[in-house]
C-alpha cells in the first residue's frame, strides 16, 4: 500500500489479506448475483423450444395436431401460472425458489425424454400433460427466484433490467439448440435430456448467490447493464450468423467445436465486467475504511465536547412513529391507494389496471404463443424441410431475445427522456404482430420467414412491457406474486386461440383432406394437414381477435396516461434516501455515544 504524489491513497491488491477481501467482495457483490442470474435464465428456456421436440412426440406417440396442441396448452400453462411460486417467494428466499424449480425441471423433461425414447411405456396424454406441465412450471420458479430478485435489488433500472435477463431467457433456445447439436448432431430425441439436467445443474450451482440485497444505487448501474447487454448482443448476433450460414452449407465437426467454444466464451464474458466492477466497489470502500482509521481534528474536539458535557444532548434525533390503525386485509380490497403506490395482492387484482391488463394479454400474448407453438407443423403444411423448420425455431429465439432486450431499454429511455407511457408501447407492439398472422393466413410466399421474425420480436417485447408496468403501477411490496398473475393471462388466450380454434380447424382440414383421397384414419396415427388452409381461418382469427385486444389496451393507456406523465421513480428515490439519512443518524448515535454506554 502506498500514496500518490496528490495525496490521494493509492489503492491496490497488495497482500493476500486484500486479496481474500476482494475475493469475498466479489462473491457477495451484486453484480455477480446478476450474471448468475443470467446464466440461469440464459438455460430455462425449455418452453420456447417446443418445436425442437414438438415432432418427436407427434410422431413416436402417434397424436394428431388437437392432442398435440393440447399438450403444448399444459406447457404453456406451467411456464406461466406462478402464483405458487410468487407465494413462495414472499415467504422464503430466493433460494428455496430456485431448488424447487430445479427440482420440478429435471423431473417433468427427464419423464419426457423417458417416453419418447420408448424407455418407459407409451404414456397416456394426461401423463404427458401432466409431466410438461412440471416440467415447465420449472421456469416460473426459476425466474421468479432469479429475476424478480434482481428487480427488487435494483428498482431504478427494472425496464433496463427486465431487457437483459428477460432477453436470455429468449436466447436460450438458440444457445442450447446450437451446443446440442455440436455434441449430438440431429438426434432431437436426446434434446429433452439436456434440457433436463442443464438448467437444473446451473440453478443449483448460484443457490447462494442469488438473495436479496441491500444495494446502495450510485447511478452508475444502467451502465453496467449496458455491458451485459451489448456481450449478450454479441452473443445473439453470432448465433444469428451461426444459423444463417448452417441453413446453407454444413459444418465439420472441428468447425462446430470452434463454434461452442465461440458461444460459451460470450456466454461467460460479462464475469469481467462483474469482476472490474466490484474491483471499484472494493477500492471504495477500502478507500473509505483509511480515511475513517484517520482521526481528525474536528472528531477530536467533537469527543472532547462530548466528554465536558455528558449529560447534554448528543444530537441524535428520536423520532417517534405513530401506530397505524390496523385495517383488515378484506375492508380495502375496493379502496386500492394511487396508481404507483404498493397495492395488496388482492386490490392489485380486483382493479381495472390489472383487468385491463390481463384482457390484453389474452389476446395479445394467446396470437404470439399459438404461432411460435405451431412452427413445426406450420413449416410442414407448408412444404418446409425439417431442417429449414429447425432454422426457423433457432431464429425466432433470436427475434425474441431481440425484442425483449431492445424493447426493455428503449421503453427505458422513452419513459425518461420523452415520458412516452408503456402502456401505449404495449399497444404498439399488439398492433404489429397482426401483419405476421396475416402472412401465415394468406401464405404469402417466404411469409413464415417475415412472419417468425415479426412475432418473435413483439412475443419478445410484450414481456419487459408488461412487467414492468405492473412493477409500476401496483408497487413491488408484492411483486414476486402479481408478477406471476400477469404471466397467468397468456395460457388462457393459447388455450382458446391454439386448443379450441387452431388445432380444431387444423384436424377438422386434415380429416377432409384425408375423406378426399379416399382413406380412414388407422388408431394411434398421426393426423397430418399439408397446404396453406390448414392455418388459414384459424389466423384470420387469431388477427381479429389480437385487434380487439389492442382497442382494450387504449383503455388502460387513458387510465395511466397522467401516472406516465410524473416522476415514476421519485418513490424509489425518496426510500434510499431515507434508508440513508437512518443509516447516517445511526452512525451519529454511536460516534455520540458516552463510553460505556450500551
Known amino acids: 500500500m502506498g500514496f500518490q504524489n496528490n495525496g490521494e491513497t493509492a489503492i491496490g491488491i497488495h497482500s493476500f489479506t486484500d486479496l481474500k477481501s476482494f475475493t469475498h467482495q466479489v462473491l457477495t457483490g451484486r453484480w455477480l448475483m446478476v450474471f448468475a442470474s443470467f446464466l440461469v435464465m440464459a438455460t430455462a428456456g425449455a418452453s420456447y423450444m417446443f418445436g425442437l421436440y414438438s415432432n418427436d412426440i407427434k410422431s413416436v406417440l402417434g397424436y394428431d395436431q388437437t392432442t398435440l396442441n393440447l399438450i403444448s396448452f399444459f ?3 406451467g411456464a406461466n401460472i406462478g402464483i405458487f411460486s410468487g407465494l413462495i417467494n414472499e415467504i422464503t428466499p430466493p433460494w428455496v425458489v430456485l431448488a424447487i424449480g430445479a427440482a420440478f425441471n429435471f423431473f417433468g423433461y427427464f419423464m419426457i425424454w423417458l417416453s419418447i425414447t420408448q424407455r418407459l411405456p407409451k404414456p397416456h396424454v394426461s401423463l404427458m400433460c401432466i409431466y410438461i406441465f412440471i416440467g415447465a412450471n420449472s421456469h416460473t420458479f426459476m425466474n421468479t427466484g432469479a429475476l424478480v430478485t434482481c428487480v427488487k435489488n435494483l428498482p431504478n433500472n427494472r ?3 427486465m431487457g437483459v435477463l428477460g432477453g436470455s431467457i429468449a436466447l436460450s433456445a438458440a444457445l442450447i439448440s446450437q ?3 455440436v455434441f449430438y448432431g440431429d438426434d432431437t430425441k436426446s434434446f429433452t435430456l439436456v434440457i433436463a439436467w442443464l438448467p437444473t445443474a446451473l440453478a443449483l450451482m448460484f443457490l447462494r448467490l442469488i438473495r436479496i440485497m441491500k444495494v446502495e444505487q450510485n447511478g452508475k448501474e444502467r451502465k453496467v447493464l449496458y455491458k451485459f447487454f451489448y456481450i449478450s448482443l454479441s ?3 453470432f448465433l444469428l450468423m451461426v444459423i444463417i450460414v448452417e441453413s446453407k452449407i454444413t459444418f465439420t465437426k472441428i468447425e462446430n467445436g470452434g463454434i461452442a467454444t465461440v458461444v460459451l466464451f460470450l456466454l461467460f464474458l460479462p464475469i469481467f465486467v462483474v469482476v472490474a466492477e466490484e474491483y471499484d466497489v472494493w477500492k471504495a470502500n477500502k478507500r473509505k475504511t483509511i480515511i475513517h482509521d484517520q482521526p481528525t481534528a474536528t472528531a477530536a474536539n467533537s469527543n472532547s465536547t462530548r466528554t465536558q458535557n455528558p449529560n447534554k444532548t448528543t444530537g441524535a434525533v428520536t423520532t417517534t412513529i405513530p401506530e397505524k390503525e390496523k385495517v383488515y386485509w378484506w375492508k380495502n ?7 404507483g403506490e404498493d397495492h395488496t395482492i388482492l386490490q392489485a387484482i380486483f382493479s381495472v389496471e390489472m383487468i385491463t391488463l390481463l384482457l390484453t394479454t389474452i389476446c395479445g400474448l394467446g396470437g404470439t404463443l399459438t404461432l411460435m407453438d405451431n412452427l413445426g407443423q406450420i413449416g410442414t403444411s407448408l412444404g418446409y424441410s425439417l431442417h429449414s423448420i429447425r432454422t426457423f425455431v433457432s431464429l425466432t429465439s433470436i427475434w425474441i431475445y431481440l425484442g425483449e432486450s431492445s424493447m426493455g431499454i428503449l421503453s427505458e429511455i422513452f419513459i425518461n427522456k420523452f415520458k412516452f407511457p408503456r402502456p401505449l408501447m404495449f399497444t404498439l407492439t399488439l398492433l404489429v404482430s397482426c401483419i405476421g398472422y396475416i402472412l401465415i393466413a394468406f401464405n404469402v410466399k417466404h411469409g413464415l420467414y417475415i412472419a417468425s421474425i415479426i412475432t418473435g420480436f413483439c412475443f419478445g417485447a410484450h414481456w419487459p412491457l408488461i412487467l414492468s408496468i405492473i412493477s409500476e403501477i401496483f408497487g413491488l411490496k408484492h411483486y414476486s406474486t402479481l408478477y406471476n398473475i400477469g404471466s397467468m393471462a397468456s395460457p388462457i388466450g393459447l388455450y382458446l386461440l391454439n386448443v379450441r380454434v387452431t388445432g380444431r380447424f387444423y384436424d377438422k382440414e386434415a380429416m377432409k383432406q384425408l375423406e378426399a383421397l379416399g382413406k380412414k384414419r388407422k388408431a394411434g396415427e398421426e393426423l397430418n394437414c399439408n397446404g396453406g388452409e390448414c392455418f388459414k381461418l384459424s389466423f384470420i382469427i387469431i388477427t381479429g381477435v389480437t385487434l380487439f385486444g389492442t382497442i382494450v389496451s387504449l383503455f388502460l393507456v387513458m387510465r395511466t396516461r397522467k401516472y406516465y406523465q410524473s416522476d415514476i421513480d421519485r418513490k424509489f428515490r425518496e426510500d434510499q434516501e431515507n434508508v440513508a439519512e ?14 460505556g454506554e450500551l
Do not use: C, W
Open 582 to 595: 437512518n443509516e447516517t443518524l445511526v452512525v451519529g448515535n454511536e460516534v455520540g455515544r458516552p463510553a
Open 235 to 237: 452473443l445473439a448476433v
Open 75 to 77: 406447457k404453456d400453462l
Open 333 to 339: 380490497v375496493f379502496q386500492p391507494p394511487e396508481i
Open 179 to 181: 451446443l446440442y447439436h
Open 159 to 161: 425496464g433496463t433490467l
